[in-house]
C-alpha cells in the first residue's frame, strides 16, 4: 500500500534530467513552499547570510534578513507550474538554475537562482525574478493610458508625463479620493483643476490617475482597499503617503512627474521615503480650484520628479518665479529636529552640515516646542476635515479602512472651542518660523528616519507617524515652501536606504527654494 505521508513527485519537465537528483529534489521543494506561500520553509532554504540576493521588478534586496522581511508582507503568488528548467554548473558545489513558471490564469514568468551545497544541502545564495508582465499596478494607478490625456501644447515641459494624484479634478473623469464608496458615487468633473491644465498646457502629458490614502489623511502610504504601492527605492518598505501613488509610479519610472498635495507631509514624506526630489509650495502659490481638500488652512499643491533638474523645469513653468528674490546662503538648523531623528539619521545629517559649512554659515537654533505644535496642528487639521467630509462619512458607516477611520472618529470629537484655542496657539510658532526663514533657510531632515518596512507594527507606525509630522508641521503651519532633496542614505533593516533633506524658505520663494536645493546638493556631492 502506497505511503500516504510521501510528496508525489513532480512531473517531469524539459531541462530537470541535466539537474542532479539533489538539486532537483531541492529546487521543487523551494517551488512547493513558494506556491503555499510556507514562510518558514522560505526562509530555510534561502542562505542565511548577510549577502544573499534577490532581486525582482522592485528591486535588490541583500542579505537573509532583508528578504525575509520583504517575504512576510509580499503574500503568496498565483497558481503556477513549472514548465521547463536550463542547469548550468559553475564550479564544485555551485549551480545555476533558470526556470520558466506558466501561471494557470495565464502568461509567464522567469525564475534565475544560484545554489550553493551547504552542509544542510543546497540553498538559494541569489535569485531574480521576471514576473509576468502586467498592464498597471493598481495598487499604484486607478487609471492610466498612452497617455490618458495628451499635451495640450508644445512647451518646457514637452517629453515629459505626469500622474495625478487621485483628489484633482479631471474634465470626464471621477475623483475618487482612494476610496471605492466615494468613486462609486461620484460624478465625473465638468472641467480640469488649473495644476493639471498648466501642466498639460508646459508640454506635459498626463500619464494617469495614482492612488492616494484615503482622504489624504495619512503619511503611511497604505490603502486599504487598494493595496500598498511599492517602494521604488527600498523594497519591503512603505511608500509615504498620501501621494503614495503619484510617488511610486516617478520612483519606478513610469511618470517623470507626480501632481500631487501636501497638507502635513504629503508630498515631502514619499519623496524621503523613495528618494525623490518633492516640494510643497507656498500656501496659496498654486491654485487648488478642482482639487478635493481635506484640511484647507494647510491644504498645498506641488510637485514630485526623480531629479532636481525636472523639479526646476515644473517650478519654473508653472510658477512666476521672475519676481523671486534669491534666497540667501545662510542657514538654520532647528536644534529640536535634530533630537527627533533616529541615530543614523542625524549622524548623516551632520555629515551633510560638515561639508556644508565649507561654503555657507550654519546656525543652530530653537524652533520652539515640535510636540505642541504638532497637537495644535492636528487640531485644527481634524477640525476642517471632519467639516469638509463628515457629513459624508456620518452617511456611509463601514467606508473606511481602519487607520483613517479612527483618525476620522477623534476628527468628530474636536470642538469649535478646541479648534480656536489651538489655531490662536499655533500663531506665535508660525511667527516664529517666518522670523527664522527671512534672512536664512531652515534645513532640517524630513523625517525622523528611513522608510519603515510594510510589516510594522501598528504601534511603531503611529509612533513613526508623531515623530514625523513634528518636523513636517512647522513648514505649514507657517504656510511656507519646503521642499525635500534626497542628500542622505542610511542603513535600515531591508538595506540602504534614503532620507530627505528639507529646506524651508520664506513664503513665495519656492522656484529659488528649488535652486537653492540644486546647489545644495552640488556644494556637498
Not at 376 to 391: D, I, K, L
Amino acid at each position: 500500500m502506497r505511503d500516504a505521508t510521501a510528496v508525489q513527485a513532480p512531473p517531469r519537465i524539459p531541462g530537470d534530467e541535466t539537474v542532479p537528483a539533489e538539486l532537483l529534489d531541492a529546487f521543487h521543494a523551494y517551488e512547493r513552499a513558494v506556491v503555499a506561500n510556507d514562510l518558514d520553509a522560505l526562509d530555510a532554504w534561502f542562505d542565511d547570510a548577510p549577502d544573499t540576493l534577490r532581486g525582482d521588478e522592485g528591486g535588490l534586496l541583500v542579505g537573509h534578513d532583508a528578504i525575509s522581511a520583504f517575504r512576510a508582507q509580499r503574500g503568496g503568488v498565483a497558481p503556477r507550474a513549472i514548465e521547463r528548467i536550463e542547469h548550468r554548473p559553475l564550479a564544485d558545489g555551485t549551480a545555476l538554475l533558470v526556470s520558466v513558471s506558466r501561471f494557470d490564469a495565464g502568461g509567464r514568468g522567469l525564475q534565475t537562482q544560484i545554489w550553493r551545497r551547504r552542509a544542510a544541502g543546497w540553498r538559494i545564495v541569489a535569485a531574480h525574478v521576471s514576473a509576468r508582465p502586467r498592464a498597471f499596478d493598481r495598487a499604484i494607478w486607478r487609471e492610466v493610458g498612452e497617455p490618458l490625456a495628451p499635451a495640450a501644447a508644445d512647451g518646457p515641459l514637452s517629453g515629459l508625463s505626469f500622474a495625478v494624484k487621485d483628489l484633482f479634478a479631471i474634465a470626464g473623469s471621477r475623483v475618487g479620493a482612494g476610496n471605492p464608496a466615494y468613486l462609486d458615487e461620484a460624478r465625473p468633473a465638468t472641467t480640469t483643476a488649473p495644476a493639471v491644465s498648466t501642466l498639460l498646457g508646459g508640454g506635459a502629458a498626463l500619464r494617469g490617475i495614482a492612488r492616494t490614502d484615503e482622504f489624504a489623511y495619512s503619511i503611511a502610504g497604505d490603502n486599504a482597499h487598494y493595496g500598498t504601492p511599492p517602494n521604488g527605492a527600498l523594497p519591503g518598505a512603505l511608500p509615504g503617503g498620501s501621494s503614495s501613488g503619484p510617488a511610486s509610479a516617478v520612483a519606478l519610472g513610469q511618470a517623470d512627474i507626480g501632481l500631487a498635495t501636501d497638507t502635513a507631509g504629503s508630498i515631502r514624506v514619499p519623496a524621503s521615503y523613495q528618494g525623490l526630489w518633492g516640494l510643497r509650495t507656498t500656501h496659496g502659490r498654486v491654485p487648488r480650484r478642482g482639487v478635493l481638500p481635506l484640511a484647507p488652512a494647510f491644504d498645498t499643491v506641488g510637485w514630485l520628479t526623480r531629479d532636481g533638474e525636472t523639479l526646476e523645469r515644473v517650478a519654473s513653468w508653472c510658477l512666476d518665479g521672475d519676481a523671486e528674490a534669491p534666497l540667501p546662503w545662510r542657514f538654520r538648523v532647528p536644534v529640536e529636529a535634530l533630537e527627533l531623528a533616529e541615530p543614523a539619521v542625524r549622524e548623516a545629517f551632520e555629515e551633510l552640515l560638515a561639508a556644508l559649512g565649507r561654503t555657507a554659515p550654519i546656525e543652530r537654533v530653537s524652533i520652539g516646542d515640535l510636540a505642541a505644535c504638532h497637537e495644535r496642528f492636528r487640531t485644527v487639521q481634524a477640525a476642517e476635515a471632519w467639516r469638509v467630509h463628515g457629513a459624508w462619512l456620518d452617511a456611509h458607516p463601514g467606508a473606511l479602512g481602519g487607520a483613517v477611520a479612527a483618525r476620522f472618529a477623534a476628527a468628530a470629537e474636536v470642538t469649535p472651542f478646541a479648534e480656536q484655542a489651538a489655531r490662536e496657539q499655533l500663531r506665535p510658532f508660525a511667527a516664529r518660523v517666518r522670523a527664522l526663514v527671512g534672512d536664512a533657510v531652515l534645513i532640517l531632515p524630513v523625517v525622523p528616519g528611513p522608510a519603515p518596512s510594510r510589516t510594522a507594527e501598528p504601534d511603531e507606525i503611529d509612533a513613526i507617524r508623531t515623530a514625523t509630522l513634528r518636523l513636517t508641521a512647522p513648514a505649514a503651519v507657517a504656510g511656507a515652501p519646503s521642499i525635500s532633496a534626497p542628500l542622505l542614505t542610511v542603513p535600515s533593516a531591508l538595506g540602504r536606504a534614503p532620507v530627505g533633506v528639507g529646506l524651508i524658505g520664506r513664503a513665495g520663494s519656492d522656484l529659488s527654494l528649488v535652486r537653492l536645493a540644486r546647489a545644495l546638493a552640488d556644494a556637498v556631492s
